[in-house]
């Protein structure tokens, strides 16, 4: 299953920015997604995840200001991200686990996105 991000780019602190991630393959059922991020200062760390029913989990540094969500029909999830901080660029990676459609039983896989730069200028 390959995840393919986009919506990275360059904003002003104080704006927004939306990332999506999409997840192509022979996908039998998707299970959790999220988004991570990594930045020299802090390492890697988790942004958000989303259960498939819905139930959304936050970063300390993040809630209240992102909100994730999710297209089960077409196996993407999304960052809304909104009142930016120079503390929030980083490289977002998204990720997403599941099992995917053999000729016998589903497999199980966990695959991370390429990652999409975010820079927030002060």
């Known amino acids: 299953v390959q995840l393919q991000a986009s919506g990275g780019g360059l904003v002003q602190a104080g704006g927004s920015l939306r990332l999506s991630c999409a997840a192509s393959?022979?996908?039998?059922?998707?299970?959790?997604m999220g988004w991570y991020r990594q930045s020299p200062e802090k390492g890697r760390e988790l942004v958000a995840t989303i259960t498939s029913g819905g139930t959304a989990n936050y970063g300390d540094s993040v809630k209240g200001r992102f909100t994730i969500s999710r297209d089960n029909d077409r196996n993407t999830v999304h960052l809304q991200m909104n009142v930016l901080k120079s503390e929030d660029t980083a490289v977002y990676f998204c990720?997403?686990?599941?099992?995917?459609?053999?000729?016998?039983?589903?497999?199980?896989?966990?695959?991370w996105g390429q990652g999409t730069e975010v820079t927030v200028s002060s």
């Open positions: 393959g022979s996908i039998y059922s998707m299970n959790g």
């Open positions: 990720n997403a686990e599941g099992y995917t459609r053999t000729k016998g039983w589903p497999k199980y896989f966990a695959s």
